[in-house]
Nanobody, 123 residues
Framework: QVQLVESGGGLVQAGGSLRLSCAAS????????MGWFRQAPGKEREFVAA???????YYADSVKGRFTISRDNAKTTVSLQMNSLKPEETAFYYC?????????????????WGQGTQVTVSS
């Protein structure tokens, strides 16, 4: 059974930091592109960051310079370090896996999803 389990969400003040983690199991994710998305109430799910099997990364313009995505293939985990958080970034954050190579920014291109973790940034 394929599972992606996110952790690390919570409440933080504006300007603060959080580190999200995603533990993958049930299949080999080594060659997958892994991504993070977020969805606020009443809004569409939006791309945040992605990382390929070789370590190439891509970020949404809104998070460049503040967020860092990384992965540990040996531990089958992917992380998202989020710094200088803003209240408008309050959302559910989701981990996702794309079985195909290449950096993808559309949610529909990802094959597996976690259940999400809530991030709340207070002003």
């Amino acid at each position: 059974q394929v599972q992606l389990v996110e952790s690390g969400g919570g409440l933080v003040q504006a300007g603060g930091s959080l580190r999200l983690s995603c533990a993958a199991s049930g299949r080999t994710f080594t060659w997958d592109t892994m991504g993070w998305f977020r969805q606020a109430p009443g809004k569409e799910r939006e791309f945040v960051a992605a990382i390929t099997w070789s370590g190439s990364t891509y970020y949404a313009d809104s998070v460049k310079g503040r967020f860092t995505i990384s992965r540990d293939n040996a531990k089958t985990t992917v992380s998202l370090q989020m710094n200088s958080l803003k209240p408008e970034e309050t959302a559910f954050y989701y981990c996702a896996a794309d079985r195909h190579t290449g950096l993808k920014t559309l949610a529909r291109d990802y094959d597996y999803w976690g259940q999400g973790t809530q991030v709340t940034v207070s002003s």
